[in-house]
DNA sequence: TAGATTGTTAATCGATTAACAATC
DNA sequence: TAGATTGTTAATCGATTAACAATC
């Protein structure tokens, strides 16, 4: 790894050409142009060239890219071939969506454990919520690639501070608020109140 | 308006300088200068200061910035000194997470209805969810800003077409697809797989 | 072989940072 | 006034686009 720095532009726009490869696949399309998937994606062929030249040429000139393959390089790349165990923090709202969607698990994420403050003993899409107080003794005792936040904004700080005393490394967040964290620990952030305001902005500013 | 073009990355930052000169209001910080601002959101006092002065110079020198003045000046650059109507069309966990979500409101945005294909009658957070065949009358017949798409991805395309046809302008998407929608039209997405995947990569670039 | 399309270098464009005169 | 800090221009840096030789 580590051959030269990505930049995050580029990383971005993995997710985009992986997705837009399995839909290629699933069509049956057995290869495809850097200006075809630049018509899709609507950015230009150059780009999409320059992207994957990033991680090395495979493409076939005069030829174009095999999707399988390509699809299954850039699924390497973002890390798809392995196995990720995550926990959900906070059974609200949000964190029973997370629970119940079932999209990641085909790309290797499972949710094993879900905690609250309250629980009612009811399990959602097969898993129950525990109480918070567990929430150390279980990191200890299984495997947590990634710890999703989906607690009140209050409290996120102190579940990301434990849940990183307890040596989790990756934090997905959905709380609205920027976490404190050490170098070591990698945050991703979704946040809907930074999009409702870009939306907001951008209905104001046509025109 | 359009006095100049603003950049999407300066835009992406808006929300959080309005966040965080929320943050300092609340601590009754009456001024704050461009380093000051830039070591809280980790970016350079000049980017601040070249961020702002695309809207015009609030600041004084000499001096720095009014705290509270810059956040109503940023809240109006936003948008948000006027209200909003919100429906929400898929009634799902992630539907019934922005139902039960109360921050939007102070924001200016409001959920006035909820659609989806099937009903129970049911109230959540105070509104009913309706069907789906209701949502073109409703359109027609109330004031509806933005039109948030919580549904299945394979729905999410002829729901937005729906919406569009009935005259809505700005679309807010969580169904993880990329919309195909006129350049009029303004949307806004929440890709949870795309920000997990990226999450995914990072995890794996390390070291 | 001729046509197509990549990989990659060079050119352009835009965004970030630095510098400093203006001025509170 | 002196010190501080903005607004803004210029310099730098990085990302996107264009161009084209390599080659399938």
Redesign the pocket.
């Known amino acids: 790894m580590k051959e030269k720095?990505i930049?995050?532009?580029?990383i971005k726009?993995l997710p985009k050409y992986y997705s837009c490869l399995r839909h290629l696949e699933e069509d049956n399309v057995a290869k495809?142009?850097?200006?075809?998937?630049g018509k899709i994606l609507d950015?230009?062929?150059?780009?999409?060239?320059?992207?994957?030249?990033n991680f090395?040429?495979?493409?076939?000139?005069?030829?174009?890219?095999d999707v399988s393959k390509l699809k299954e390089t850039i699924a390497t790349i973002l890390g798809l071939d392995k196995q990720y165990s995550l926990i959900i923090i906070g059974a609200g709202n949000i964190g029973r969506a997370l629970l119940g969607y079932t999209g990641f698990k085909k790309h290797g994420f499972e949710v094993k454990a879900a905690f609250d403050v309250k629980t009612d003993n009811l399990k959602y899409d097969g898993i129950e919520v525990r109480h918070m107080d567990e929430l150390a003794e279980y990191i200890r005792t299984h495997q947590v690639d990634i710890a999703v936040i989906a607690t009140q904004k209050t409290v996120a700080q102190d579940v990301a501070d434990e849940v990183i005393a307890c040596g989790v490394k990756s934090i997905w967040n959905f709380a609205p608020i920027d976490l404190n964290v050490p170098k070591s620990v990698i945050v991703e952030n979704i946040s809907m109140t930074e999009s409702l305001l870009v939306l907001s902005y951008r209905m104001n500013e046509l025109e």
Do not use: H, M, N, W
């Open positions: 720095k930049s995050q532009a580029v726009r495809i142009s850097s200006s075809e998937i950015i230009t062929p150059s780009q999409v060239r320059q992207d994957l030249c090395g040429g495979f493409g076939q000139q005069g030829y174009g890219y």
